[in-house]
């Protein structure tokens, strides 16, 4: 049981990755990601908001008919994020003028919807709770990560701290985004790719090893 | 199918489900809003702690009482900070992406003059999705630039590299800091800012009114020189046209180009092929009136669509406006009383009957004046006497003195253009200042407008 919340949660952190692996929430990203602390917000932002509509989706799948399950999804990803708004234009003023427009684009982010779609609707709350966090925290670190290289080469600055005065400008537009968001699809594939092999090499290896261990216990001792 | 079987149905069950979903968000986001609704005192605040660091005391201006709607953009509240005596505005400014974009400007006070601007935040936007790209050092460029009577430029700030690829953005919070500042001048402190002479003109918003002028010509041509309003993230454009009486184009040239991307040297015969283009030539070019780039039939200026808008833009202006920038070609029409002013024209000669604005404390004043061929003043009568103190028996023979002056004459008796009282050089109808200030205006009006008034004819 304990090994089936890992595998979903290490599902939507690396290995189905909404960011790098699935290519989700694109808008966003390139939208964002010029900015550390606006990339981070806007993950945070959606780490609740997924988790919360995982849960009230699954929650209620089995009353939602399978014919309107697309729109009642909609409503009740939109009225997250209406309260999201409220609450961090209320208490969290600057990064709710960080996010802007973005902020509203989250009800129609492919993450949300596609996570309900894929997932939320076919498991019961506590695996939905999980798959929505760790979907929302893989993207929050991939847009963090790339926020931070993209904000660092095109401003100098990280999170708003000046380290240096060379800066590529274009880097902190939407289309220098669109280059390290390319460039970093293709760093993680690769460290993944890696990670997958090493990992299937050593089990191959473990898988002979038991191997030749069996065929050697079955051998038939000859007797001098 | 019965009602029973409705009810029973998945049809029923789908409207239920979705209708209650819906019931239970509404309530909820009713309950939240009243919960965490941000009021307009709290945005208040909010603003005052941003940029004072600390409460001060604010006197509100009433807001009724005042001009409230600018050219490009509208105030929204204005506050006195009584601590330091500048002014908080909010205001919201035109031509953004997608629409207005609002802000806190403080529009600072030295003397009773606006001095510069301080703080500029924005408090709301209408799908500026690019706006947070804007550097907070684009803000201080309003601080660190003030120009007393001069409008800030995006283009200034495009040049400076501060707009962070939010030109459309930057357009509109630069709208809203030049609107807060004439708000300040012409409604709190009083002063006279340049009313938009082109404001009642067709399609003038494609122009800034304030930098484009026109001139009638003796052969009933007028030209005009055009500062055309960016198209889209260009900057703006110059024309100069020519638009002869025929109403068509004779000639246009781009004397500046506003595009950002560069137009290649074929942009000069790109504009010419405007050239003999009538109103009609240039509107059935596009789907509609706004000239808009994208909305043309066909394309225009191949490669170029944003500077063929901005010369479309041009000629449509010049020759839609041919009749209204010849009516309004009179020098000196501020001196008069437009309607009850009436002139003819006999034998190359012009006979006008000048009904004077009052000058300071006196009523209107009349004048039958005559300009003969020479552009000299062939008779003055003065038929109506405006004095509020009676100007005396002298009065015919004192206006009489200007027969045989020409316009150099009448102009070298005072030191500028506005023949105001006390703006004499060596004193004028002595004792009586404000007659002879009428009197010397009308002989200004009547030879100044001369030639427009043989071009035109006469309206008697």
Known sequence: MKNKYGKIALDGLIFNNPTFVLVLGTCPTLGLISSASSAFGMGLTVVVILTLSNMLISAFRKIIPNEVRIPAYIVIIATLVTLARMILEKLVPDLYDSLGGFLALIVVNCIILGRAEAFANKHNVLESAVDGLANGLGFTCALTIMGIVCEFLGKGSIFGLQIMNFKIAALATPAGAFIIFGLSIAVF?????????SRRIKSNKIARENLLDKDAGAMPVKEA | M?????????????????????????????????????????????VISEIYGQSVTTEEVKLSEVETK??????????????????????????????????????????????????????????????????????????????????????????????????????????????????????????????????????????????????????????????????????????????????????????????TYGFGADADSKVSSLVGATLDDVKAKFTDDTFAPNSDVGEIFTGASLTGTAAYRAAA?????????????????????????????????VSYHLVINPVELTNAFEFDVVVSADKTIASITMTVNGS??????????????????????????????????????????TGASLTGTAAYRAAAYALANYDLAILLGGNA
Not at chain 2, 92 to 103: E, P
Not at chain 2, 195 to 205: C, H, K, L, V
Not at chain 2, 331 to 342: G, L, N, P, V, W
Request: with cysteine; hydrophobic share 40%; charged share 20%.
């Open chain 2, 317 to 349: 202006f010049a020759l839609a406006n041919y009749d209204n920038a010849l009516a309004n070609a009179w020098t000196y029409a501020d001196f008069i009383d437009k309607e009850a002013t009436s002139y003819t024209v006999a034998d190359s000669s």
């Open chain 2, 70 to 259: 600018f050219d490009k953009g509208t105030i929204n509240s204005a506050y006195k900070v009584t601590d330091d005596g500048n002014y908080l505005v909010n205001v919201s400014g035109t031509g953004g992406f997608a629409g207005t974009v609002t802000c806190w400007v403080v529009v600072k006070i030295t003397d009773n003059a606006v001095s510069g601007i301080g703080n500029v935040i924005i408090e709301s936007t209408q799908g500026e999705t690019y706006i947070n790209k804007i550097p907070s050092s684009a803000f201080d460029f309003y601080g660190d630039n003030y120009v007393a009577g001069e409008a800030y430029d995006v283009a200034d700030i495009k040049n400076a590299n501060l707009t962070g690829g939010a030109t459309m953005s930057m357009t509109a919070v630069t709208n809203c800091v030049n609107t807060a500042i004439d708000f300040i001048k012409s409604q709190i402190l009083g002063e006279e800012i340049a009313a938009n002479p082109y404001a009642d003109y067709t399609y003038a918003s494609f122009i800034d009114g304030l930098k484009s002028s026109h001139a009638v010509n003796t052969d009933g041509s007028i030209s005009y020189h055009l500062v055309i309003n960016p198209v889209e993230l260009t900057n703006a454009f110059e024309f100069d046209v020519v638009v002869s009486a025929d109403k068509t184009i004779a000639s246009i040239t781009m004397t500046v180009n506003g595009s």
């Open chain 1, 189 to 197: 594939t690769y460290v993944l790719n890696t990670f997958m092999r």
């Open chain 2, 388 to 429: 509020t103190y009676g100007f005396g028996a002298d009065a015919d023979s004192k206006v009489s003195s200007l027969v045989g002056a020409t316009l150099d004459d009448v102009k070298a008796k005072f030191t500028d253009d506005t023949f105001a009282p006390n703006s004499d050089v060596g004193e004028i109808f």
């Open chain 2, 2 to 46: 019965t009602a029973k079987e409705f009810f029973k149905s998945t049809s029923f069950k789908c409207i239920a489900v979705l209708l209650s979903i819906l019931l239970i968000c509404g309530i909820l986001l009713t309950i939240c809003n009243a919960l965490f609704k941000v009021t307009d005192q709290e945005r208040f605040d909010r």
